[in-house]
């Protein structure tokens, strides 16, 4: 595709007319091999944001961009790869303890993580704070590792979906993030190109999401098990709260200390709630019966913490060092006067847990209310770790109390699920398979 083909794509796009799948696959090449140039790109972006895309063209570019980098590939012959996704929140210490857990049970976890993106935190930088824990995996390791031990988690390496990479950055830059067809291409390209034969989704809602209205993130999350169903893979997406963080910690460090001591048996109750569905639905997407009874069991008997501690070692990993990761000592925030916390200003606490640990690896925030809680004045709100945990004291503005009491908003919206079967011949998977 040369400039002229790609102007008529973009004045079609911007006319909303439907590109074909063969437009798609040629723009994506033209644009990895710069025969189309990024304000073409942006252009076409934009069209795609104001008039929609059709669910054909998220799947042909979701195709494209797979095809624009390596694939790994796992063997169905030795089980199930599962592997999870989040679209990004506070707290979310989902990643560090379901892969774990899920692999306690005998599922093959195999989950490549990405880097905060603006006010939410990402996997790999919390994992880079444990002493020696190596995030960048050549491809055979992470295999390896997967077959090995039952679970890895990696970041993306620069051969899996560049052009993604590369849409991705330019989309950032140039306000076009919004669009229900990019960004559903956009996670499930890479889910796809990581090799796993089953996906969970985590699709979040609320003020801290991209998706702030729950019936935008039930569709999103409905694009995303679509589109896994047209390659033929198995996925389950729930869409889940984030008026407010998941846990309790917000930062780098310190939430690898809040998912060490979830593992440990002792986890904030409404992260558990998450982290359990989640576990359960990679354990039976991964082809075995009673997943939440495994997930429970595997918690309780300090399985799941022993396969945390196996899979830090077999990525070069201190586990000495990690249980002595501990935030020095916090200057609390406190509540300027009493009364029911009605909402928190989610990616205000994201952003100073993501300014704490920029400095301190083990600084952050601990928040340390709900929304529904009643709170006396000169109570703490938050808790602030790190050099800098002084500048965290403005932060008692992003809690607002109310004299009315409030209801807790829901953490679990929804659930839903494709109906494609994955084929194994393993002998926790059904024989009439
Ligand atoms: N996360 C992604 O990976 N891609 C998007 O487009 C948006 C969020």
Known sequence: MDEQAMRRCIERKRDGATLSAQEWDDIISAFM??????????????????????????????????????????????????????????????????????????????????????????TIDKLETIPGFNVALPIESFVKQVQQIGCAIAAQTQALVPADKRI??????????????????????????????????????????MMQQPPQ???????????????????????????????????????????????????DARAEELVLSIAGALVGEGGFDEPDAL??????????????????????????????????????????????LTAMDVVRLGNAGRALSAEDSLGGIEVAVRIGDYVEAGAPLVRAFGRDAHAAQPLAHAFTLSQAPVQAPPLLYDALCNAVVVKSRLAHADPAL
């Open 33 to 122: 091999d710069d025969d189309v140039s990024e304000a073409q790109m942006a252009a076409l972006c934009m069209a795609c944001v104001w008039r929609g895309m059709s669910f054909d063209e998220a799947y042909a570019l979701t195709r494209a961009m797979v095809e624009s980098g390596q694939t790994i590939a796992f063997d169905v012959e030795h089980g199930i790869v599962v592997d999870k996704h989040s679209s990004g929140g506070v707290s979310d210490i989902v990643s560090l303890v379901a892969v774990p857990l899920a692999a306690a049970c005998g599922a093959r976890v195999a989950k490549l993580s990405g880097r905060a993106l603006g006010h939410t935190g990402g």
């Open 168 to 209: 991705y950055h330019l989309r950032d830059r140039t306000a076009t993030v919004p669009s229900m067809g990019l960004i559903a291409a956009s996670i499930v390209s890479k889910k796809i190109a990581g090799g796993a034969h089953a996906f969970v989704f985590d699709v979040k809602t609320g003020p801290g999401a």
């Open 217 to 267: 993130a039930r569709e999103l999350a409905q694009w995303l098990v679509e589109i896994a169903a047209r390659f033929e893979r198995r996925a389950t997406a729930f869409v889940t709260d984030m008026s407010q963080p998941l846990g309790r910690c917000v930062g780098t460090g310190i939430e690898v200390v809040e998912a060490r001591e979830f593992l440990r048996g002792n986890g």
């Open 295 to 340: 997930v429970r069991e595997a918690l309780s008997s300090g399985r799941a913490y022993e396969k945390f501690c196996e899979m830090i070692a077999a990525q070069g990993g201190d586990v000495a060092a990690l249980e002595k990761m501990q935030p020095g000592a916090p200057l609390e925030v406190c509540a300027p006067q009493s009364g029911y």
